[in-house]
């Protein structure tokens, strides 16, 4: 067991509310942050802290944060997910939408890491943990603010770690391909090598390794779980 503290952002269902249970097992304090207001109860389910709010907003993730320190004292992993950014073809994305891919898939984990990383300065050590999407490097059209912006992502998660493996704060990124948390087709099932979408579990446990001191030495990547639905040399 552990007395360390994750902080998971829109963690109220799917891949996040999977690496909150998880990482709650495996004995972390828990404070979730979530729009729908289910983060808030399974935070309590975890005898940890909820806040219902936006990872879109400054202030929701300050009272995130605030709240874990004041409780707590201190921020160990800090696990970034996100909802759902528009989707069109690629020349018919407006200047609001693609604002909007940019505030869903880049900026929710600029803004929390932002906050968090003080802290982790000062303990001298955190791992910060997004979770991005197998078409990062691939991209595809049918997610294309996704793609777009989580290709940026992999760029801010280098030069963060550039900067901060100095502090031993650690930044890697996940890359999931179709998970159970999607609407099962048998097309996207026939695509993947293993022949069967991934587990929420599977995800959630790859973010507890790397939160892990196992992954003390493991910074600035993107680590692909998707089945070999994308494979680079």
């Given at each position: 067991m552990t007395d360390k503290v994750a902080l998971i952002t829109a963690g109220g269902s799917g891949m996040g509310a999977a690496a909150a249970k998880k990482l709650a097992a495996d004995g972390y304090r828990?404070?979730?942050?979530?729009?729908?207001?289910?983060?808030?109860?399974?935070a309590g389910e975890l005898g940890g802290i909820g806040v219902t709010g936006s990872n879109q907003s400054t202030d929701d993730l300050k009272t995130l944060v605030e709240r874990a320190v004041a409780q707590w004292g201190r921020i160990d992993v800090l696990v970034n997910s996100a909802g759902h950014g528009p989707r069109a073809p690629i020349l018919e994305i407006s200047d609001d939408d693609w604002h909007r891919g940019m505030e869903t898939y880049?900026?929710?984990?600029?803004?929390?890491?932002?906050?968090?990383?003080?802290?982790?300065?000062?303990?001298?050590?955190?791992?910060?943990?997004?979770?991005?999407?197998?078409w990062a490097f691939e991209p595809s059209d049918m997610f294309p603010t996704s793609a777009v912006f989580r290709s940026g992502l992999a760029a801010f998660t280098k030069i963060f770690a550039d900067t901060y493996a100095r502090d031993n704060i650690r930044i890697?990124?996940?890359?999931?391909?179709?998970?159970?948390?999607?609407p099962a087709r048998e097309e996207r099932r026939a695509s993947v090598p293993m022949q069967?979408?991934?587990?929420?579990?599977?995800?959630?446990?790859?973010?507890?390794?790397?939160?892990?001191?196992?992954?003390?030495?493991?910074?600035?990547q993107n680590i692909r779980v998707d089945g070999g639905l994308t494979r680079s040399v």
């Open positions: 828990i404070a979730i942050l979530s729009s729908s207001g289910k983060g808030e109860a399974l880049l900026l929710n984990v600029i803004r929390p890491a932002r906050l968090v990383t003080p802290f982790m300065q000062r303990q001298q050590g955190g791992a910060i943990i997004n979770i991005s999407t197998a890697n990124n996940v890359l999931p391909g179709w998970i159970d948390s999607l069967r979408y991934g587990k929420s579990e599977e995800i959630a446990a790859t973010v507890a390794f790397l939160a892990s001191e196992g992954a003390a030495y493991i910074t600035g």
